[in-house]
């Protein structure tokens, strides 16, 4: 795929439904006793992932275009899979699934693609396995081998890393577990799978402790079938919001998109950058806040304190790679701490966007925990996905400020999370 100088974008953009928040809707709804009609399901293939091991389970889904009905057949419904199911490249699939799984009375296989089979699982295996099931892995990594019980034993487990998908995982379990399973989270993480087990009738309750918040969910809760419309995804709006950051005289209006404020960072990063960015048509779909997205830009992006560290960092943990290549663009560059987590995504985010950059002539200093991008005049390279989507995305964005033509190899991965962004970006392009 390649890319070159833009002199800045436009355009309406319609975005794919949120690729954390299908994940959700389709388990609980395959959970759930009844039919849920699911519009806007994210077309991402790692949201495919999810809905061919439920499949694989035995949960009977229809997919016409983006709506998605699930007929849930009850928790007592899944049947013992008869192949390894397989996750493919998303962690959310792997590690929110063996929550479910764990307590099932059947065995089950998780396998997932060369990526996710090096990602750390132990995470999950510790807790899971207080709670009764049995999950054999490789040091750590998938293979899962899950031996579930009915019902497990109720925990309270603070989390040790920010993680939603870690956090959702615990709280799917304890829906099957024998009484109250509380989760402490320290930082706040997002909190899709809080809202849409409310969304689905189940009795989720958040109180203050360990400085932070502890979410509980009774076990034996019954799920309620329903309808509901997914919003826009955030993090696929943050290509658009950025390269009209910093392409001065662009405007990108992205209706539909979900404003979770546990997902907003990256608007607050790029108010901080001096952005205009504007909110309207505010409303709520699934449980979750939308609204209408304008970015428009003034000029290069200019932040007092150019650093990202502390709490606000798990907020914007999926946009790091291209508020990293916003850096390139900003006054003071950016300076992105406390981020390690990064190391243990699709691909080492860290090295990945160092790598990159570099090979664009950047200025970046790299870190255990993270980088530091300088203000740099981009040239065009050939550039590597490494196999991440948000890494192929990212610097098909940081192609568009480059002088020359920028080369992303590998860049088919952009479909986990969003087909078709390649040729929305072209779309937006205005080269003279
Ligand atoms: C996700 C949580 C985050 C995020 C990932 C999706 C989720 O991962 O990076 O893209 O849907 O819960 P971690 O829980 O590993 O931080």
């Given amino acids: 795929m390649k890319f070159s100088k833009a002199r800045r974008v436009a355009g309406i953009v319609v975005l794919p439904g949120d690729k954390s928040i299908s994940h959700r809707a389709a388990m609980l709804a395959a959970m759930a006793d009844g039919t849920s009609r699911i519009e806007n399901f994210a077309t991402s293939k790692d949201c495919t992932s999810t809905l061919y091991c439920l499949s694989a389970l035995g949960v009977r889904i229809e997919t016409s275009g983006a709506t998605v009905t699930v007929i849930g057949p009850g928790d007592n419904g899944w049947r013992p899979p008869e192949r390894p199911l397989d996750c493919g490249n998303s962690g959310t699939t792997m590690r929110l699934l063996a929550g479910l799984l764990a307590g099932q009375p059947f065995s089950s296989t998780l ?153 907003t960072g990256i608007i607050e990063v790029l108010r901080r950058f001096g952005v205009d960015v504007q909110i309207s048509d505010e409303g709520g779909s699934g449980g979750e806040p939308v609204g209408t997205l304008t970015v428009r830009g003034l000029g290069r992006p200019n932040a007092g304190v150019p650093r990202i560290d502390g709490k606000i960092v798990a907020n914007v943990i999926d946009e790091i790679p291209i508020l990293a290549v916003l850096g390139t663009q900003a006054v003071s560059g950016i300076e992105i701490r406390d981020a390690s987590e990064l190391r243990v995504k699709e691909s080492d985010r860290i090295s990945a966007v160092v790598e990159n950059l570099r090979r664009m002539g950047a200025d970046v200093e790299e870190f255990e925990d993270g980088l530091r991008v300088g203000p740099s005049d981009l040239r065009g390279a050939v550039v590597d996905s490494f196999g991440d989507h948000r890494i192929a995305m990212a610097f098909s964005v940081a192609a568009l400020f480059a002088k020359g033509e920028t080369e992303i190899v590998d860049a088919g991965c952009a479909a986990v999370s969003y087909p078709g962004f390649y040729r929305t970006l072209r779309s937006t392009i205005i080269e003279r």
């Fill in 111 to 263: 396998v997932g693609d060369a990526s996710l089979s090096g990602r750390p699982m132990k995470r999950i295996i510790g807790p899971l396995t207080e709670m009764g099931a049995s999950v054999e892995s490789d040091d750590g990594h998938a293979p899962l081998r899950i031996s579930g019980r009915r019902p497990l034993l109720p925990i309270e487990f603070t989390l040790p890393v920010a993680s939603a998908q870690l956090k959702s995982s615990i709280l799917l379990a304890g829906l099957l577990a024998d009484g109250d399973t509380s989760v402490i989270e320290p930082i706040p993480t997002r909190d899709h799978t809080e809202r849409m087990l409310s969304e689905f009738g189940v009795d989720v309750r958040i109180d203050k402790a360990g400085g932070g918040r502890r979410i509980t969910v009774s076990g034996g809760s019954q799920l309620e079938a329903r309808d509901f419309r997914i919003p826009s995804d955030v993090s696929s709006a943050s290509f658009f919001m950025v390269a009209a950051a910093c392409l001065e005289g662009s405007r990108i209006e992205m209706p539909g998109v979900g404003l979770n404020p546990t997902r």
